[in-house]
C-alpha cells in the first residue's frame, strides 16, 4: 500500500516537472496577478503575449438541478400569492376612495337641497310633504337593505380596519417581492468555487485565452492540469489550438464522484508551451474516497 502511494506521489511530481517552466529560460513570471474573478495569471515577458482566464461551473449535478426546480416552484408559489394581495389591495384601495368621496358628494348637496326648498311656494308645500313622506319611506327602506349588504365584506371595516388591513397588504407585497429577488438571485449565474462532492457530476473549467494571436498564426499546444489536495496530477490534458478557431474558449472536464474524489482543495492550471499561464483553486466539500490505490487515475 505504501509502496503503491510513493509511486504515485513520485508519477505525479514528474507530471508537474514535466510542465514547470525552466528556470532562467521562460518568458513567464514566477509572481502571479490575481484578477478579479480569482484567475492568478503569470505576466509574460514578450508584449501582447498570449494569456488566459479561467472559469468553473457545476454540470451534472442532481442535486443542484433538484434545488433549482424547488426555488422555480417557491418562486411560482410567491407570485400568485403576491397577484392575490395586490388585487386585495387594489379592492381596499377603492373602497377608501369610495369612503372620501362620499363626504364631498354630500356637501355638494347640501346647496343645492336649501335652494330647492327656497323655491318651494307656500302653495306647493302641502303636496310636497306628501311627497316627502313617500320619499322617505322608499328611503328608509332603501337604506335598510344598503345597510345588510354593509353588514360584510369590506363595508364592515371601520375606516382604522380599512387603513390597517391596507398597510398589512404593503408590507406583505414588499416582503413577497423581496423574497422573489432572493430566489432570482441565487438561480442567476454566478462564479463558484466550492461543490459538494457528488456521483455523475463534474466541475468544468472554461479557459478564456486572451490575445490569442500573440504568438502569431501557429498552432499552440497547451496543457490542462488538475491537481488534487495532495498536490498530486489528478488529471492532464493537451490541447492543440490555431488562433483562427471559431472560439477562444476551451473546456477541461473534472468528475467529482465520491469514489474518485476526497475533500479538500484543489487546483486547475493552465500551461502554454509548456509554462504556467494561469491557475485557479476550487473546494469539493463532503464525504469522498479515500486515498487511490496504484494504478488508478483521474480524469472525465
Wanted: with cysteine; hydrophobic share 35%; net charge positive.
Amino acid at each position: 500500500m505504501r509502496t503503491g502511494t510513493l509511486a504515485t506521489a513520485a508519477a505525479g511530481l514528474a507530471a508537474l516537472l514535466l510542465l514547470s517552466p525552466v528556470t532562467g529560460c521562460g518568458t513567464r513570471s514566477t509572481s502571479a496577478m490575481l484578477t478579479a474573478d480569482s484567475t492568478r495569471v503569470f505576466a509574460s515577458s514578450i508584449p501582447g503575449d498570449v494569456d488566459a482566464t479561467i472559469g468553473f461551473a457545476l454540470k451534472d449535478s442532481d442535486k443542484r438541478a433538484a434545488g433549482r426546480r424547488l426555488e422555480r416552484e417557491h418562486a411560482d408559489a410567491i407570485k400568485d400569492e403576491v397577484r392575490d394581495l395586490t388585487r386585495a389591495q387594489a379592492n381596499l384601495q377603492r373602497e377608501q376612495e369610495r369612503r372620501h368621496a362620499r363626504p364631498a358628494a354630500l356637501e355638494n348637496e347640501r346647496p343645492r337641497e336649501s335652494e330647492r326648498r327656497a323655491k318651494t311656494s307656500s302653495g306647493e308645500r302641502k303636496k310636497a310633504r306628501s311627497s316627502k313622506a313617500k320619499a322617505d319611506g322608499d328611503a328608509e327602506r332603501a337604506g335598510r337593505r344598503v345597510r345588510s349588504v354593509e353588514t360584510s365584506g369590506l363595508a364592515a371595516l371601520s375606516d382604522r380596519a380599512l387603513a390597517d388591513s391596507l398597510s398589512s397588504l404593503e408590507r406583505a407585497i414588499a416582503a413577497g417581492q423581496d423574497s422573489l429577488g432572493a430566489i432570482q438571485a441565487r438561480l442567476a449565474p454566478r462564479e463558484e468555487r466550492s461543490y459538494e462532492i457528488e456521483e455523475g457530476a463534474k466541475v468544468v473549467a472554461s479557459v478564456r485565452l486572451e490575445n490569442p494571436w500573440g504568438r502569431g498564426h501557429r498552432p499552440m499546444l497547451l496543457h490542462f492540469l488538475w491537481v488534487d489536495p495532495d498536490g498530486i496530477a489528478a488529471y492532464r490534458k493537451a490541447v492543440k489550438y490555431a488562433p483562427n478557431d471559431s472560439s477562444n474558449v476551451l473546456t477541461s472536464s473534472f468528475g467529482i464522484g465520491p469514489t474518485r474524489r476526497a475533500a479538500g482543495h484543489y487546483n486547475f492550471r493552465v500551461y502554454l508551451f509548456r509554462e504556467l499561464v494561469a491557475e485557479k483553486d476550487f473546494e469539493l466539500t463532503g464525504v469522498g474516497l479515500t486515498p487511490k490505490e496504484e494504478g488508478e487515475s483521474g480524469g472525465m
